[in-house]
């Protein structure tokens, strides 16, 4: 990528063809500024691109709602589907996620992948916060820990590549140490998940309803064990 | 002041977004304020039918859009009460020919004339949602006290927050209190408990809802239905007034449910 004709070293904008339609890379820069440039290129290739499904990276942009929903229907007025975004950030990738957009597309972008973790460090050691209720059709997966302040709700799911903490009801999906750790856990202030998952192992809530109380899930000698939280 | 977009939505089919569109299009319009409820479910329209004006429609909201008529041709004054319109939804095209900047633009275009503009938006969460909610100052999401339709209302509630239109007030729909009573039926409680937003109002299951919305006759202009007062207390809190919770049923216990409910939800 080095020449770019149009657009001299640092192209600000960059279409590529993917199986899945048009991949947009976008530069570096103030995301106003390459937002009204990427509608400039797009406008003067209107007829080549009506009714295009577009995946963008935006690398490292920090994107609020506002930002995504109001490019995708400005798309949209241009006929064009915003299915896909890609970025480094996890704030623009939950957006894009919330939005109902993908964020990852196979094949095409090998610099994504997570590299993997040093003989160092123990892996996913990250961990991200979400101060929100989880709704139904949110999803995450986050190779490190996640801690959730608020409700999981059914019908969202967490995966982790480490622990899972929610101080709130666990009502969805959860699935910790999901690269195979047998030493990650979960813990709610009340536990009722509609499936919950260690490592390789897969459990459900038992159907009667106890009363609510902080509870700690772990493996225990290869099953899913949970304990009411009992701090000394 | 200009005037406020409200859109009803709710994800899940069949539970009520175009009676309640109609019900409180019409108590709005009631207590003279001029109200234009726009139909977005484009391709399957029933929001005519309901307020009994499918054989005046001549021209529809993708014709507005497009530029074939004024708004002027567009709009069908209800016959029963003056200050009512309607923008159907054409019946022969799809959600695709209309964008969500369309319809931000139209109600931009209706807030200096109406002082409320209801839209009603189609199931799903896909483009007519997107269009539904795009204009929208309130969005209020209906349920029915059943699991699947609360599941897909806090989908859309996810949905709406997302699109920073939150955030959205709940409407519950077709409660039977016996039901609930018995605990054969999740309550308004349980139903709060999961969803977490501020409740708008609660509508008992009632027969005569359908045979006005067969008819055409808004249940609100009905005087005895419990439903119609439901509706009617509803637009009362939309235009920012404290009216208590109705108590769904005169049987001692419930109505003790019902003051716990105004705490939770009058915030």
Same mark, same amino acid.
């Given at each position: 990528m080095e020449s770019n004709i149009e657009l001299a070293v640092k192209p600000k904008v960059q279409i590529k063809g993917i199986g899945e339609g048009l991949l947009i890379i976008l530069g570096e820069g103030n995301w106003q500024d390459l937002h009204d440039f990427l509608l400039e290129q797009i406008d003067q290739q209107a007829e080549f691109l009506r009714g295009a499904r577009i995946a963008l990276d935006v690398g490292n942009q920090v994107l609020k709602a506002v930002d995504l929903g109001q490019l995708r229907s400005q798309l949209l007025d241009r $006929?064009?589907?915003?299915w896909a975004v890609i970025s480094n950030s996890p704030t623009t990738e939950q957006t894009a996620q919330t939005l109902g957009m993908a964020t990852r597309i196979e094949k095409?972008?090998?610099?994504?992948?997570?590299?993997p973790a040093s003989g160092a460090t123990h892996m996913g050691e990250q961990a991200i916060l979400l101060h929100r209720t989880l709704r139904s059709g949110f999803s995450i997966h986050f190779p490190g820990h996640v801690v959730v302040i608020g409700d999981v709700n059914p019908g969202a799911e967490i995966i982790a590549g480490g622990n899972i903490i929610v101080w709130g009801r666990l009502r969805g999906m959860v699935h910790a140490g999901? $690269?195979?750790?047998?030493n990650a856990i979960v813990c709610a202030l009340d536990l009722m998940p509609t499936q919950l998952r260690i490592a390789n192992q897969i459990s459900m809530s038992p159907k009667e309803r106890k009363k609510a109380l902080p509870e700690i899930v772990r493996l225990l000698n290869g099953e899913v064990v949970a304990e009411p939280w009992n701090p000394k | 002041m200009p005037g406020k977009v409200v859109t009803i939505t709710s994800?899940?089919?069949?539970?009520?977004k175009t009676t309640a569109t109609a019900n409180l299009g019409a108590a709005l319009a009631a207590e003279g304020k001029k109200v234009v409820c726009i139909d977005a479910d484009i391709g399957l329209r029933n929001l005519d039918v309901v307020l009994g004006?499918?054989?005046?429609?001549?021209?529809d909201l993708v014709d507005l859009i497009e530029g074939r008529c004024r708004s002027r041709q567009a709009l069908i004054r209800d016959k029963r009460l003056p200050e009512l319109f309607l923008i159907p939804a054409a019946q022969?095209?799809?959600?695709?020919?209309?964008s969500p900047s369309d319809m931000t633009r139209l109600c931009d275009d209706l807030r200096g004339e109406f002082d409320w503009i209801l839209i009603d938006s189609p199931a799903g969460i896909e483009r007519g949602f997107r269009n539904a909610i795009a204009p929208t100052d309130i969005a209020v999401v209906i349920t029915n006290p059943e699991v699947a339709a609360v599941r897909d209302a806090d989908r859309i509630i996810g949905l709406i927050e997302a699109e920073e239109k939150g955030p959205a007030r709940l409407l519950i729909n077709r409660i039977k209190p016996g039901m609930v009573k018995r605990g054969e039926m999740l309550s308004p409680d349980d139903v709060l408990e999961l969803l977490a937003v501020e409740l708008i109002g609660m509508v008992p299951e009632d027969e005569v809802v359908i045979t006005s919305t067969n008819r055409g006759t808004?249940?609100?202009?009905?005087?005895?239905s419990k439903a119609g007062q439901a509706f009617r207390n509803i637009a009362k809190r939309l235009q920012g007034e404290k009216i208590p919770f109705l108590?769904?049923?005169?049987?001692?216990?419930f109505f003790g449910k019902i003051s716990k409910l105004i705490r939770t939800g009058g915030n």
């Amino acid at each position: 990528m080095e020449s770019n004709i149009e657009l001299a070293v640092k192209p600000k904008v960059q279409i590529k063809g993917i199986g899945e339609g048009l991949l947009i890379i976008l530069g570096e820069g103030n995301w106003q500024d390459l937002h009204d440039f990427l509608l400039e290129q797009i406008d003067q290739q209107a007829e080549f691109l009506r009714g295009a499904r577009i995946a963008l990276d935006v690398g490292n942009q920090v994107l609020k709602a506002v930002d995504l929903g109001q490019l995708r229907s400005q798309l949209l007025d241009r $006929e064009i589907t915003l299915w896909a975004v890609i970025s480094n950030s996890p704030t623009t990738e939950q957006t894009a996620q919330t939005l109902g957009m993908a964020t990852r597309i196979e094949k095409v972008k090998p610099e994504h992948v997570e590299p993997p973790a040093s003989g160092a460090t123990h892996m996913g050691e990250q961990a991200i916060l979400l101060h929100r209720t989880l709704r139904s059709g949110f999803s995450i997966h986050f190779p490190g820990h996640v801690v959730v302040i608020g409700d999981v709700n059914p019908g969202a799911e967490i995966i982790a590549g480490g622990n899972i903490i929610v101080w709130g009801r666990l009502r969805g999906m959860v699935h910790a140490g999901a $690269e195979g750790n047998n030493n990650a856990i979960v813990c709610a202030l009340d536990l009722m998940p509609t499936q919950l998952r260690i490592a390789n192992q897969i459990s459900m809530s038992p159907k009667e309803r106890k009363k609510a109380l902080p509870e700690i899930v772990r493996l225990l000698n290869g099953e899913v064990v949970a304990e009411p939280w009992n701090p000394k | 002041m200009p005037g406020k977009v409200v859109t009803i939505t709710s994800g899940k089919g069949g539970v009520g977004k175009t009676t309640a569109t109609a019900n409180l299009g019409a108590a709005l319009a009631a207590e003279g304020k001029k109200v234009v409820c726009i139909d977005a479910d484009i391709g399957l329209r029933n929001l005519d039918v309901v307020l009994g004006l499918e054989n005046r429609i001549v021209y529809d909201l993708v014709d507005l859009i497009e530029g074939r008529c004024r708004s002027r041709q567009a709009l069908i004054r209800d016959k029963r009460l003056p200050e009512l319109f309607l923008i159907p939804a054409a019946q022969t095209r799809d959600k695709s020919a209309v964008s969500p900047s369309d319809m931000t633009r139209l109600c931009d275009d209706l807030r200096g004339e109406f002082d409320w503009i209801l839209i009603d938006s189609p199931a799903g969460i896909e483009r007519g949602f997107r269009n539904a909610i795009a204009p929208t100052d309130i969005a209020v999401v209906i349920t029915n006290p059943e699991v699947a339709a609360v599941r897909d209302a806090d989908r859309i509630i996810g949905l709406i927050e997302a699109e920073e239109k939150g955030p959205a007030r709940l409407l519950i729909n077709r409660i039977k209190p016996g039901m609930v009573k018995r605990g054969e039926m999740l309550s308004p409680d349980d139903v709060l408990e999961l969803l977490a937003v501020e409740l708008i109002g609660m509508v008992p299951e009632d027969e005569v809802v359908i045979t006005s919305t067969n008819r055409g006759t808004p249940v609100v202009l009905d005087g005895k239905s419990k439903a119609g007062q439901a509706f009617r207390n509803i637009a009362k809190r939309l235009q920012g007034e404290k009216i208590p919770f109705l108590p769904l049923e005169e049987e001692s216990g419930f109505f003790g449910k019902i003051s716990k409910l105004i705490r939770t939800g009058g915030n």
